[in-house]
């Protein structure tokens, strides 16, 4: 059994046909959907890239380790599924970014290092063919809008040109391959072919995005402030919203491609599609842009999970909530690999035989940092700033200089969630509370509403269980005590 993993960056479900949104253009996804599992209910164990990922490969919460930042990656001494893949002699097949594995772990797993060592960064790779809407001192400057590619015809991105290469050459007498694909796009910033958004109507979208809420942690009215948001018209922010979905559909249309090479070759009939990714974006809702280290919304937490399998029922969809690890889990079975160590993910084989999934799960998010753990704070002073006179990188400067200034409003933070209701727990600042039957936008935070108490308090002493049961792991390798035998 072969696997195709295409992992868009900041991805959020609801950007996507297939999972409600009436206005975006995604049909090759919308089909691949109609011949998979679709998991409606998906929820990232982070809401950042690089402890999103951890999670996602080890199977295991970010406290399990402690991978709360972009700059924690994973170890050689931690199991992974590319290793336990490796092992087994599958061919570790990645195109695209990393922010996974530390160098040595990279060292390892991969069977063509050199892409990895000699890979260019794709983000400014791309960037470099466009620039930013607006000049510095404008407002809108920091709110990642960049200008659109105009291109005759539509360009193959470098990593999927060279995935696609591998697999017209690939021999039916190779080792089974997993081939990663981890592209940058939708993430910000915000800019996409000018072919695709020609597809998208901004005025139509204006409704779409939510207003600022008072009641929101505060976290969020500073992105505003240090962003300048607050001066940037609900029309500029549909039209942030039409390039964002732009970068969705130019996603789609990369699919589309490497499906037709999987049927040409007909890899397809032994080769099982995961599409998911890491988590989602704001791209304008309430005046907010890109995502925050401890946001619990659903724009960032929820994401697309689609899983096509060779004999798998067609057009199933899963209501029931999962997680977003649970693709290690899965994947490790389809192989027929017995994991040698701790882990809390699920595998979804059932589901994809077209059964239901567990209607009392309950998903669990972490993010945030700790006020005595400086270095886990964008903007750390003793770590190299991003704060330069490139204009692509100088646009997160507002991003450091607030997790700086208020680190209280990057706090530690976590998220217990069932398939009615959500609560989120903070070291400082405001817990939430959420009807998602009755108020699925979020607006009326009834953490402290009296008719809501018996529900808090389930969730809050659910919560504290869960921390009991996966507070550490303990590894299945013994020492023996006798120390001379």
Same mark, same amino acid.
């Given at each position: 059994?072969?696997?195709?993993?295409?992992?868009?960056?900041?991805?959020?479900?609801?950007?996507?046909?297939?999972?409600?949104?009436?206005?975006?253009?995604?049909?090759?996804?919308?089909?691949?959907?109609?011949?998979?599992?679709?998991?409606?209910?998906?929820?990232?164990?982070?809401?950042?890239?690089?402890?999103?990922?951890?999670?996602?490969?080890?199977?295991?919460?970010?406290?399990?380790?402690?991978?709360?930042?972009?700059?924690?990656?994973?170890?050689?001494?931690?199991?992974?599924?590319?290793?336990?893949?490796?092992?087994?002699?599958?061919?570790?097949?990645?195109?695209?970014?990393?922010?996974?594995?530390?160098?040595?772990?990279?060292?390892?797993?991969?069977?063509?290092?050199?892409?990895?060592?000699?890979?260019?960064?794709?983000?400014?790779?791309?960037?470099?063919?466009?620039?930013?809407?607006?000049?510095?001192?404008?407002?809108?400057?920091?709110?990642?809008?960049?200008?659109?590619?105009?291109? #005759? &015809? @539509?360009?193959?991105?470098?990593? !999927?040109?060279?995935?696609?290469?591998?697999? =017209?050459?690939?021999?039916?007498?190779? $080792?089974?391959?997993?081939?990663?694909?981890?592209?940058?796009?939708?993430?910000?910033?915000?800019?996409?072919?000018?072919?695709?958004?020609?597809?998208?109507?901004?005025?139509?979208?204006?409704?779409?995005?939510?207003?600022?809420?008072?009641?929101?942690?505060?976290?969020?009215?500073?992105?505003?402030?240090?962003?300048?948001?607050?001066?940037?018209?609900?029309?500029?922010?549909?039209?942030?919203?039409?390039?964002?979905?732009?970068?969705?559909?130019?996603?789609?249309?990369?699919?589309?491609?490497?499906?037709?090479?999987?049927?040409?070759?007909?890899?397809?009939?032994?080769?099982?599609?995961?599409?998911?990714?890491?988590?989602?974006?704001?791209?304008?809702?309430?005046?907010?842009?890109?995502?925050?280290?401890?946001?619990?919304? #659903? &724009? @960032?937490?929820?994401?697309?999970? !689609?899983?096509?399998?060779?004999?798998?029922? =067609?057009?199933?969809?899963?209501?029931? $909530?999962?997680?977003?690890?649970?693709?290690?889990?899965?994947?490790?079975?389809?192989?027929?690999?017995?994991?040698?160590?701790?882990?809390?993910?699920?595998?979804?084989?059932?589901?994809?035989?077209?059964?239901?999934?567990?209607?009392?799960?309950?998903?669990?998010?972490?993010?945030?940092?700790?006020?005595?753990?400086?270095?886990?704070?964008?903007?750390?002073?003793?770590?190299?700033?991003?704060?330069?006179?490139?204009a692509i990188a100088n646009i997160?400067?507002p991003k450091q200089l607030q997790?700086?200034?208020?680190?209280?409003?990057?706090?530690?933070?976590?998220?217990?969630?069932?398939?009615?209701?959500?609560?989120?727990?903070?070291?400082?600042?405001?817990?939430?509370?959420?009807?998602?039957?009755?108020?699925?936008?979020?607006?009326?935070?009834?953490?402290?509403?009296?008719?809501?108490?018996?529900?808090?308090?389930?969730?809050?002493?659910?919560?504290?269980?869960?921390?009991?049961?996966?507070?550490?792991?303990?590894?299945?390798?013994?020492?023996?005590?006798?120390?001379?035998?």
């Amino acid at each position: 059994m072969n696997f195709l993993f295409l992992f868009p960056d900041e991805m959020c479900a609801g950007s996507l046909s297939c999972y409600g949104n009436k206005y975006s253009h995604t049909p090759n996804i919308d089909k691949l959907a109609e011949e998979s599992t679709l998991f409606k209910n998906c929820f990232v164990q982070n809401p950042v890239c690089s402890p999103s990922r951890c999670s996602l490969m080890t199977g295991t919460y970010v406290h399990n380790r402690g991978h709360r930042t972009l700059w924690h990656l994973l170890q050689p001494d931690e199991p992974s599924l590319f290793r336990y893949l490796k092992k087994s002699g599958y061919n570790i097949q990645w195109y695209g970014k990393n922010d996974l594995y530390s160098q040595a772990y990279l060292d390892e797993i991969c069977d063509d290092i050199n892409e990895k060592r000699e890979e260019s960064n794709s983000f400014t790779r791309n960037l470099d063919k466009t620039k930013n809407h607006f000049s510095p001192g404008e407002p809108g400057y920091y709110s990642f809008w960049y200008e659109d590619v105009h291109s #005759e &015809e @539509i360009p193959l991105d470098e990593d !999927i040109k060279k995935a696609i290469s591998f697999l =017209k050459n690939y021999k039916e007498e190779d $080792p089974p391959f997993f081939l990663y694909l981890p592209l940058d796009l939708p993430h910000p910033p915000y800019w996409a072919y000018d072919v695709f958004h020609k597809l998208y109507r901004p005025e139509q979208l204006t409704a779409e995005l939510s207003v600022p809420v008072p009641s929101k942690p505060s976290f969020e009215a500073l992105i505003r402030k240090y962003r300048n948001l607050d001066n940037l018209s609900i029309e500029s922010f549909a039209e942030i919203y039409s390039i964002y979905l732009a970068g969705c559909s130019y996603v789609d249309y990369l699919w589309g491609k490497l499906d037709q090479i999987l049927k040409e070759t007909g890899l397809s009939k032994n080769t099982v599609i995961l599409f998911a990714s890491d988590h989602g974006d704001w791209h304008g809702t309430r005046k907010l842009v890109e995502k925050w280290p401890n946001a619990m919304d #659903e &724009e @960032i937490i929820h994401v697309p999970l !689609i899983i096509r399998m060779p004999g798998g029922i =067609k057009g199933h969809i899963v209501n029931e $909530p999962n997680e977003l690890f649970d693709i290690m889990a899965t994947v490790l079975d389809l192989a027929g690999i017995q994991p040698q160590h701790t882990h809390f993910s699920h595998s979804l084989i059932p589901q994809l035989l077209g059964n239901p999934g567990d209607p009392n799960r309950l998903v669990f998010c972490e993010g945030g940092y700790d006020i005595t753990e400086p270095h886990c704070f964008e903007g750390y002073p003793k770590r190299e700033s991003v704060n330069s006179s490139n204009a692509i990188a100088n646009i997160y400067h507002p991003k450091q200089l607030q997790q700086q200034l208020h680190p209280e409003s990057v706090c530690r933070t976590v998220m217990i969630r069932n398939a009615s209701y959500k609560l989120v727990r903070r070291s400082t600042g405001a817990h939430e509370l959420y009807d998602l039957k009755n108020d699925p936008e979020e607006i009326y935070n009834l953490y402290f509403n009296e008719a809501a108490k018996i529900v808090r308090l389930e969730l809050e002493s659910a919560l504290l269980d869960w921390y009991l049961h996966t507070s550490d792991t303990v590894p299945f390798k013994e020492d023996n005590r006798n120390f001379g035998s």
